[in-house]
């Protein structure tokens, strides 16, 4: 007979395999040209998912049908147990105040300030007063990294890594659930991209949030992803880990590990996992 404690690590993991996004049979079209035929895929409770494919492949488009800013030709897609297709009016608000979305352009509003910028969901979706909002702004901020003055700053005053990072602390303004990042760490520098990737690990350890991201950043890929979803030529051609992924022979997703940013970022895992394994080693004892 199972002990109390059993049974609640049981539920636990069972809740932790529950699928938060669930695509089945999706097909989208742009006149004749084929972007998804078909194509399933889930996301899990707690895990951060990548969909990564050349230009073209559809992973845009994807993002855009799982946030409700587009619907697909056929197929159905669910979020949060939400069916998108059949979801009325005031079904999917409640459903968008679930989740936030970090855009590729950062997306914020030139004329407000960052912290404007970050309150502006609670001013629209809560009864909270000005100044817990402006309270929360600052918190969400300190959160992703940036220094109380930066909320008084406007966009165009922010460097690409703070417009980033600005972004984000805006998508966590309604606590969600999930987190949708496009292209968190395109156009910055190795160091500022290094450090969004650290920022992507410690949200979903801390808040166990589900976050769906698309990237070409093969580091971030390595070193974030638990899984990775390849597109290519309508389809999905392969989903796993990396390691995994590393394994496949299909052309579309051998591009990402045979090149030399993908044969640079694959060994600077290999080493740092190895790092890893020496610094969890007991130390010897002394002869």
Known sequence: MQSA?????????ASQNDPVIEISKVSTRYGKHVVH???????????????????GSGKSTLL????????????????LGVDL????????????????VMFQQGGLFGALTVSENVGLALRE??????????????????LTGLAPAVGAQYPSELSGGMMKRASLARA???D?????????TAGLDPDSAGGVDELVRKLRDLFGLTIVMITHDLDLLWQVADRVAVLAEGKVQGVGSMSELARMDHPAIRKFFDGPRGRAAQEQETRQGHTDMQSEK???KPK
């Open 176 to 184: 969600p659930e999930l987190l949708f990042l496009d292209e968190p």
């Open 282 to 284: 007991p130390p010897s």
């Open 64 to 79: 855009r049908e799982m946030i409700l800013l587009q619907q697909p030709d056929s197929g159905s897609i669910r979020v």
């Open 85 to 100: 297709q059949s979801a009325g009016d005031n079904e999917a608000l409640a459903l968008r105040q679930r989740w936030g």
């Open 37 to 55: 035929a078909a194509i399933d895929l889930d996301v899990r409770r707690a895990e951060i998912f990548a969909l990564v494919g050349g230009s």
């Open 172 to 174: 966590l303004a309604l």
């Open 125 to 142: 979706h809560t009864e909270l007063e000005d100044g817990l909002i402006d309270e929360i702004a600052a918190a969400k901020l300190a």
């Open 5 to 13: 404690a059993q049974t609640d690590s049981a539920l636990d993991q």
